[in-house]
Structure formats: structure tokens, C-alpha cells
């Protein structure tokens, strides 16, 4: 109906045109008619400016909604006013409205999916062929600590070496890696996808940092080993002891009561005895302590305010402090400072961990132990044992939570591992760095 009103009028135009061409060509074989001739020559030249005026306009009102199409800009709009296109304006208009909602839904869609990408706990970083950062989430900001990258080489700077590994790493397989990342110790899980986009080659890297789950699956394998082992040895060494006491009484009964008369071999025998006796109750000593790494009761939780907590905990350590001449001091930022756990669990960590740096500290002159509680930047509250002794070793810091080791002469290898388990108990970690010979520090996050 549009292009029959549109075609009818161009018709008509031509034909005026046509009739005034003719009276025009007319008037100029008559001399006389001088006037007509200058009135029809200027008429058909204005029917000549008015089509061609309003063909071009209906190509440029065409050329605005297809310009408008292309931009998807709901805000062009054919400026046509001839009503034989008033039908073709309600089209356009109707077709600007579709794809205005097309594009609202697009960036409705474009914001979902920023959303999502932010709050997902997993750092989710993609970049080009050449390295050019195109998607680096709120979970790797945090993870490498960094707020902007342009290029992935800037990762370095954080952790040495991790860029090469991320490139090299091929499509669809997975690495865990262990890196340092400031003064926290990282296991990464890293896996990789790459995809085409146009011509553009996209590698797409997920990172997750999976050591608390590696932690808590390690401590669950511990605890059920401890209670099998706990349980065969009590099982075995409970009637050796009583079987040995038994055997005593039975010697010290038949030997005679002058002890000159008393046999070399009843001597010897009862010695054996009394030996065995004494490593058998030492053995179930010894396991009793280690039943502990399975009993730790479930914390009873208040609000702690950490600059009486830790007062107290330095007047309990004050005189193992003054004999060793060290210097322990604390601070609280701020000072009115609170935390949510267990008083006695953590008061217990907290001493287990100060008597370690005494012990690394004890030997040197300017032996200095510091505790350290604040507020991180991710508003986690954070408790910091620091102590400049004699360190930790590289190739032991990820054994020392593991229970019976230890690197004491006569330690239990049973306090970290038991700290370890408290601090998962209130939802929280520990977690160590250490510089030889300069500063080592054991962290607890709530």
C-alpha cells in the first residue's frame, strides 16, 4: 500500500512534468509568447527540484533507518512527511521499539554475565595471543592481589614465573602448582580452555587457590589413620602392660627377702620386666596424646575482645619470657578489636604458637616475639605471630602441621597439627612464611 501511494505519486509528478516540458517546448517556437515562456520554464524547473527534493529525502529517510538498523541507535527515524509513508513510519518505528528492547536485553544480559563473572569464588582470567588482558575477575584481582592488568606478563611481578606457565599450558589440561604469594604460601589449581572469537585466539584460565580443601581432606586421612593406629596399639600394648605387672609381682613374690640370696637371674628377669612395664606405659602415653588430634571439642562461640585475650596470654607467658630475656609485645588495630571463637581453643593456639618462637628465639640476643591483630583488606580479622629466630626450613615448612612430625628434639609433633584443626573448626585457616635466620611468621585468619 506504502509503495503504491509512492509509485502513484512519482507517476503523477512525471506526468506534470511532461505536460509542462511540452507547453514549455511549445512557447519557445513562438516569439510573442515571451512571458509564458519564462513562467512555464521556471514552473517545470521547480516540478524538477520538487521530485528530485523528494526522492532523495525518501532515500535519505530510507538511508537514517538503515544507518539506524546497522547502529541499532533507536533514536534515527525516518523524516519523510508525505502521508503515503506514514504507514511505512509506523513500521520503522515499531521495528526501532524491537530492536531497542534487543539491545536492553543485550546489555541487561552484558551485565548479568559481569555479574556473574565477579561473584564466581574462582579467578577467571582471558587473554590474547599477544597477552592483552581481555576478562580478569574480582576472585584473580584478589588472588594476585593486583587491581589492574593490561598484560599477563604483569603477573610476574606478584608470582615469578606464572605468565610462561599460562601460556604453556595446554587447551582443556590442569596443573596444581605451589607459589608464594607475599607472605602466604598458594596451591593453585590451574586449568585452561582456548577458543576462537572472530579472528581472535582467546585463552581463558581458571585459577583456584585449593589448599584449604587440600587441608581438610589431609586432616580427615590423618584422624582416621590416628584412630586406627590408636586403637591396633592400645589394643596390642594394653595386655602386654598388664601381663607384665602381673609377671612382677609374681618374681618380687618368689625372691627371697634376703637380697643376698636373690639370683643373678631373678635380677635380670625383673629388670627385663620393669623395662618393658616402662615403654609400655610410656607407648600408651603416647597414643592417649595422639587421641587428642581426634577429640578436639566443638568450639563455643562469643564475641572475644583480642586486647584482653592477648593481655592475658602475655601475663600467662611472662615468666618463661623474662627467663629467656625475650621481648614480647602486642598490637591491635583497632584496639577495641573483636572476634568471634572459643576463649580457651584459641587461647591455646595462641600459646602453642608463642612457645614455638621462644624456642626459636632463645638463642639469640635481641630475641624479639610480636603479636599482631587487625583487619585484612577482604575484612577478615587476622591474629599474626611474629618472631625473628632462626626460621624455617624451605623443604620443611609444608610438613610442619603434618602430626608427629616435628623439628624439636623433644616435641610431639601434635601442637600445629592440633592448632591446624582448631582454626578449621571456627571456619579459618593458618598459615605460615618464614625467612631463615630473619622472620617468621604464623597467621591465623577468622
Known amino acids: 500500500m506504502v509503495f503504491n501511494r509512492f509509485f502513484r505519486f512519482v507517476i503523477l509528478q512525471a506526468i506534470l512534468l511532461a505536460i509542462t516540458g511540452t507547453f514549455f517546448l511549445w512557447t519557445l517556437t513562438r516569439d510573442y509568447l515571451l512571458i509564458t515562456k519564462f513562467t512555464l520554464g521556471f514552473i517545470w524547473v521547480i516540478q524538477i527540484i520538487l521530485l528530485i527534493h ?5 532515500n535519505r529517510g530510507l538511508d537514517n533507518f538503515l544507518q539506524s538498523v546497522r547502529h541499532l541507535d533507536p533514536a534515527r527515524g525516518i523524516t519523510v512527511g508525505d502521508k503515503s509513508f506514514d504507514h511505512l513510519n509506523l513500521t520503522y518505528n515499531e521495528i526501532i521499539d524491537s530492536i531497542q528492547k534487543v539491545k536492553i536485553e543485550k546489555e541487561a544480559e552484558h551485565h ?5 563473572i565477579e561473584h564466581v569464588d574462582i579467578g577467571l582470567i582471558s587473554f590474547n595471543d599477544e597477552g592483552q588482558i581481555e576478562l580478569f575477575n574480582k576472585a584473580a584481582r584478589e588472588l594476585f592481589k593486583v587491581e589492574f592488568l593490561r598484560n599477563i606478563q604483569e603477573l610476574n611481578k606478584t608470582i615469578p614465573g606464572i605468565s610462561e606457565q599460562l601460556f604453556s599450558l595446554k587447551q582443556r589440561h590442569s596443573i ?3 607459589v608464594v ?3 602466604e604460601i598458594l596451591k593453585l589449581s590451574i586449568r585452561k580452555t582456548v577458543f576462537k572469537i572472530h579472528d581472535n585466539i582467546i585463552n581463558l584460565v581458571s585459577i583456584q587457590n585449593i589448599r584449604t580443601e587440600l587441608e581438610d581432606e589431609e586432616i580427615e586421612v590423618w584422624k ?14 594394653a595386655p602386654i602392660k598388664s601381663l607384665t605387672n602381673t609377671m612382677i609381682t609374681i618374681v618380687e613374690k618368689n625372691s627371697p627377702s634376703d637380697k643376698n640370696k636373690e639370683s643373678e637371674y631373678n635380677v635380670d628377669t625383673l629388670m627385663a620386666l620393669k623395662a618393658i612395664q616402662k615403654r609400655s606405659k610410656g607407648l600408651l602415653n603416647f597414643v592417649e596424646t595422639y587421641k587428642n588430634l581426634t577429640k578436639v571439642p566443638n568450639p563455643v562461640f562469643q564475641d572475644l575482645d583480642l586486647k584482653s585475650l592477648l593481655d592475658e596470654i602475655i601475663t600467662l607467658m611472662d615468666s618463661e619470657i623474662q627467663l629467656n630475656n625475650i621481648s614480647l609485645t602486642s598490637e591491635i588495630n583497632p584496639a577495641n578489636l573483636k572476634v568471634k571463637a572459643d576463649e580457651r581453643l584459641i587461647t591455646q593456639v595462641v600459646i602453642n604458637l608463642i612457645k614455638n ?5 632463645n638463642k639469640k640476643k635481641d630475641g624479639k616475639i610480636q603479636i599482631k591483630a587487625c583487619i585484612s583488606s577482604q575484612s577478615e580479622t587476622i591474629i599474626q605471630v611474629i ?3 632462626t626460621g624455617i626450613a624451605a623443604d620443611l615448612i609444608d610438613k610442619i602441621f603434618i602430626p608427629f612430625f616435628t623439628t624439636k628434639e623433644h616435641g610431639s609433633g601434635i601442637g600445629l597439627s592440633l592448632s591446624r584443626q582448631i582454626m578449621k573448626l571456627h571456619g579459618g585457616t593458618i598459615s ?13 585468619i577468622f
Do not use: P
Open 224 to 237: 582416621k589413620l590416628i584412630s586406627v593406629l590408636t586403637h591396633e596399639i592400645m589394643n596390642s600394648v
Open 432 to 444: 605460615v612464611f618464614s625467612k631463615q635466620g630473619i622472620e617468621t611468621i604464623f597467621t591465623l
Open 112 to 116: 548479568y554475565f559481569q555479574n556473574t
Open 176 to 178: 596444581v602448582i605451589k
Open 181 to 183: 604469594s607475599g607472605d
Open 357 to 361: 618462637s621462644i624456642e626459636s628465639v
Open 387 to 389: 618472631d625473628n629466630g
Open 54 to 58: 523528494y526522492l532523495t529525502r525518501t
